[in-house]
């Protein structure tokens, strides 16, 4: 499996970057980024498409585990490799954990500092506020225990507690609150790019059966007035519930973030599935660069295929359409697990 990662990130770094000139060729933090038609710009008015991974381990719940601590060299790493962003998984257990707490040593001790390599590497940040199965309760993180204590840990706890955040405006204004708090601390920081406010917000409608998609528009259009209250120099980065029916009012500095995950868990895959890899990629920029006349931006790709010759065709095809369109994109993802060749070392150091 390794080995695998190693193959898929090397592909990613030394095919990639040649295919498009339109990379700003140094990575850099050129000021507060944002949005112009349907292209994110930096301060100069040039044109900036990202490129990166994703480098998780700070949204697991750190008042049960041990965090992932991650290394300042990665950062110089990522920007040997040419990558000039990091989306940066956090999550509102660690900043909410108790309800109407905010813990800002998580983000002095953790989150800061990764801001800070990323902005002497010359690498911008994404803030995800990352959810996979909802919480550490079902086996993943996100939301803060408090918010699940009343459902079981099981399938059916797990659907109850989503569909109930959905359909909860108070619990919901914890979570509002908290974006409110983060967007003050780094109102001012050009190295962070803007601010993912969900990830994955998928409705359970087994549980509730009038939620649907709207729920998911209605909450993004709280959190970017929120947001937008205490910070009006970040891009937002809106994650959709589906690619219908959006109830968002036009707004600026607004990049649409849908992950890219077609066929990637499948036992294998050839050379002719990538019609069905343009199909869904062609579906997502219809809809949110033609259709919204938004910057697109691959929030998530990858592939999880048992044979590694799939895995490094399917992400070939993955980032050469991507790059066929201009579209910003970050893998998922790099871990600790995968090697910095031990040479490396910050400039200077």
């Not at 066929?263 to 219809?286: G, I, M």
Request: cysteine-free; hydrophobic content about 45%.
């Amino acid at each position: 499996m390794r080995r695998m990662l190693t193959a898929l990130l090397l592909f990613l770094v030394t095919a990639a970057p040649a295919l498009i000139p339109m990379v700003v060729a140094t990575p850099s933090v050129q000021g507060f980024l944002s949005t112009r038609g349907t292209s994110i710009i930096d301060s100069y008015g040039r044109t900036v498409i990202l490129r990166g991974v994703n480098y998780p381990g700070y949204e697991k719940n750190f008042w049960s585990q041990e965090p992932q601590l991650h290394n300042q060299y990665a950062y110089y790493y990522f920007r040997q490799l040419g990558f000039n962003v990091v989306r940066l998984p956090i999550s509102w257990a660690n900043l909410e954990p108790q309800p109407g707490l905010f813990d800002p040593n998580y983000l002095q001790s953790f989150v800061d500092q990764d801001v800070q390599w990323a902005k002497a590497a010359g690498i911008y940040i994404i803030l995800d506020m990352h959810q996979y199965n909802w919480a550490e309760k079902f086996g993943g993180s996100g939301a803060p225990d408090w918010a699940v204590q009343a459902y079981p840990a099981n399938e059916l706890g797990l659907r109850e507690a989503v569909s109930e955040f959905w359909a909860d405006d108070n619990l919901q204004a914890h979570l509002l609150s908290v974006w409110t708090q983060l967007a003050q601390h780094y109102a001012n920081e050009p190295a962070v790019a803007g601010y993912d406010i969900f990830n994955e917000p998928w409705i359970y409608t087994s549980i509730i059966p009038t939620l649907n998609a709207t729920r998911v528009d209605a909450f993004d259009t709280k959190a970017i007035q929120a947001i937008r209250a205490a910070d009006k120099n970040h891009i937002l980065f809106l994650e959709p519930a589906n690619l219908d029916n959006f109830k968002i009012p036009p707004t600026t500095n607004i990049v649409w973030s849908p992950h890219f995950y077609p066929l990637a868990f499948a036992n294998e895959y050839y050379p002719q599935n990538s019609t069905l890899l343009q199909l869904d990629f062609e579906a997502k920029y219809k809809t949110f660069v033609i259709g919204l006349n938004a910057p697109m931006f691959i929030g998530e790709f990858g592939a999880f295929i048992p044979d590694p010759g799939s895995s490094v065709r399917w992400t070939q095809d993955a980032v050469t359409l991507f790059d066929q369109n201009n579209a910003s994109w970050a893998w998922w993802a790099y871990t600790e697990w995968d090697a910095i060749p031990s040479a490396l070392t910050a400039p200077g150091a």
